[in-house]
T-cell receptor, first 115, second 114 residues
Framework: AQSVSQHNHHVILSEAASLELGCNYS??????LFWYVQYPGQHLQLLLK??????LVKGIKGFEAEFIKSKFSFNLRKPSVQWSDTAEYFC?????????????FGKGTKLSVKP | DAGITQSPRHKVTETGTPVTLRCHQT?????MYWYRQDPGHGLRLIHY???????DKGEVSDGYSVSRSKTEDFLLTLESATSSQTSVYFC?????????????FGPGTRLTVL
């Protein structure tokens, strides 16, 4: 079965540190890729998405992600984190042409940023 | 934010009682989804709908049923709640017209089954 792996369960950083969260998926076909963020006590919000074209995607709040097809990866990056980035981050994959647009989510990475 | 509301936002119930959660959208999106979120499991799809009266099972559908009689409403029913169904439930919608299947999420319902 297709799956999405997020390698880090909990990441702790100091403000201004750089961030990279890993995401790998297991599917050989065309995919749409997403990163969602969930701030404490809130619902999921879309950070960025990749459908086609430039594999380097820029999202909101200074986040970006790079799609590397050969590695089945879609890692999330931010050059300098802020305390307000403390949240849980979810990678998700839609298998192009898959069942009714269903997304497969990773288990999430909790980011804690120390002021 | 997409026009999605969920009701109730919080509910405490007892084992064996039926529970219905409601998701209401004002976006006229075709697709609607119910997820549960549990620590260490991320989001898992319970059921989804691809049109009025068109629904299908997701990854963790046992113990749940759904109905969609109108485009804007998607109901999730726990026929006989169990403690293992204590969770946060999120509804999501997608229009699918762009082919992207980007999903927008509701605020969630925290359900506690005692």
């Amino acid at each position: 079965a297709q799956s999405v792996s997020q390698h880090n369960h909990h990441v702790i950083l100091s403000e201004a540190a750089s961030l990279e969260l890993g995401c790998n998926y297991s599917y050989g076909g065309t995919v749409n890729l997403f990163w969602y963020v969930q701030y404490p006590g809130q619902h999921l919000q879309l950070l960025l998405k990749y459908f086609s074209g430039d594999p380097l995607v820029k999202g909101i709040k200074g986040f970006e992600a790079e799609f590397i097809k050969s590695k089945f990866s879609f890692n999330l990056r931010k050059p300098s984190v802020q305390w307000s980035d403390t949240a849980e981050y979810f990678c998700a994959v839609n298998l192009y042409g898959g069942s009714q647009g269903n997304l497969i989510f990773g288990k999430g990475t909790k980011l804690s940023v120390k002021p | 934010d997409a026009g999605i509301t969920q009701s109730p936002r919080h509910k405490v119930t007892e084992t064996g009682t039926p529970v219905t959660l409601r998701c209401h959208q004002t976006e006229n999106h075709r697709y609607m989804y119910w997820y549960r979120q549990d620590p260490g499991h991320g989001l898992r799809l319970i059921h989804y709908s691809y049109g009025v009266k068109d629904t299908d099972k997701g990854e963790v559908s046992d113990g749940y049923s759904v109905s969609r009689s109108k485009t804007e409403d998607f109901l999730l029913t726990l026929e006989s709640a169990t403690s293992s169904q204590t969770s946060v439930y999120f509804c999501a919608i997608s229009d699918g017209t762009s082919g992207s299947y980007e999903q927008f999420f509701g605020p969630g319902t925290r359900l506690t089954v005692l």
